[in-house]
């Protein structure tokens, strides 16, 4: 087993808010993981700490094998990073802001030209590739900072609620994108509150709830540490495994954790 992303024990708090309480991932090569989890429980904190843009209190991350507390830039050239709300440079066009992408991650003019040209025709923006990015609208922004992203061919892709504000054509490319891009041996790690889509999507899922991964592995996986029916969707096995988790006390839940399916547990993380 070489993850490409480890997280182990990692706490993290902000002004008094405990936002982590001790959180182990494990996400494979090759695999389309989403992290479910209701509001405010740790998501976007997990996956902030995984790109650079938070540091963590403790705890050990790895990303391909590298600890990204020793070693905190080298490490990004493999990752892809989409932030829930995301922040484009208004007074570029479409064109002009996937080249300066390209540029400052060095990728050849020549090879960012083709994947602007492929993203932009991909996710149907032909008509505003020299718009400014102040004239598009939510959507196509969300797109654009997909594609830009996605500029340097990245090993690592992240994405934070990726679905927001896309409509359902753009959703499902988005996902055909996804496939291809596991079936190239690559990573796609994303945030949501698409259950369904999550259970179609994902290989693996992880549970977050107050800060730690309280359940993770395939939907078989889930409904076994649930005991849930054969027929249980991903939404039942998350209300299931949120409720009995809720009755917890919070700093019991780890415990609770280790005693439900071990810890880690082999083949599934
Ligand atoms: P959502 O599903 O609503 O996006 P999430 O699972 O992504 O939630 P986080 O955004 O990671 O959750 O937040 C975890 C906790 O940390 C919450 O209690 C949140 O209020 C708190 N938090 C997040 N960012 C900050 C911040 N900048 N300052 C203070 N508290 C924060």
Redesign the pocket.
């Known amino acids: 087993m070489n993850p490409i992303i480890e997280m182990v024990d990692v706490w993290k708090s902000?002004?008094g808010?405990q936002?982590?309480r001790g959180l182990n991932l494990y996400v494979q090569r090759g695999e389309i993981f989403g992290?479910i989890?209701?509001?405010?429980?740790?998501?976007?904190?997990?996956?902030?700490i995984i790109v650079g843009l938070l540091k963590m209190d403790r705890g050990v991350v790895r990303v391909n094998g590298v600890d990204i507390g020793e070693e905190p830039y080298e490490y990004k050239r493999i990752i892809g990073y989409v932030p829930?709300s995301v922040s484009l440079p208004d007074y570029l066009t479409v064109e002009e802001f996937l080249m300066y992408s390209g540029k400052i991650k060095e990728v050849p003019n020549e090879k960012i030209r083709e994947r602007m040209n492929y993203f932009i025709s991909l996710f149907e923006l032909r008509e505003k590739r020299r718009a400014l990015i102040v004239s598009l609208s939510r959507g196509m922004r969300q797109k654009v900072a997909i594609a830009s992203a996605l500029i340097h061919d990245p090993y690592l892709l992240i994405l934070?609620?990726p679905f927001i504000g896309i409509d359902p054509v753009g959703q499902h490319i988005l996902k055909e994108l996804f496939n291809e891009r596991v079936d190239e041996g690559k990573t796609v790690l994303i945030?949501t509150?698409m259950l369904d889509t999550a259970e179609r999507i994902c290989s693996r899922v992880a549970i977050?709830y107050r800060?730690q991964n309280i359940a993770s592995g395939n939907l078989e996986d889930l409904k076994q540490i649930s005991r849930s029916g054969e027929n249980a969707t991903l939404e039942e096995v998350f209300l299931k495994l949120t409720e009995e988790a809720r009755e917890q006390p919070v700093e019991e839940t780890v415990e609770k954790k280790r005693s439900i399916f071990g810890f880690p547990r082999r083949g599934v993380s």
Do not use: F, Q, R
Request: hydrophobic share 30%; glycine share 16%; proline share 4%.
């Open positions: 902000y002004d808010v936002a982590l992290l989890g209701p509001n405010g429980a740790g998501k976007t904190t997990t996956l902030k829930e934070d609620e945030s509150h977050i800060g």
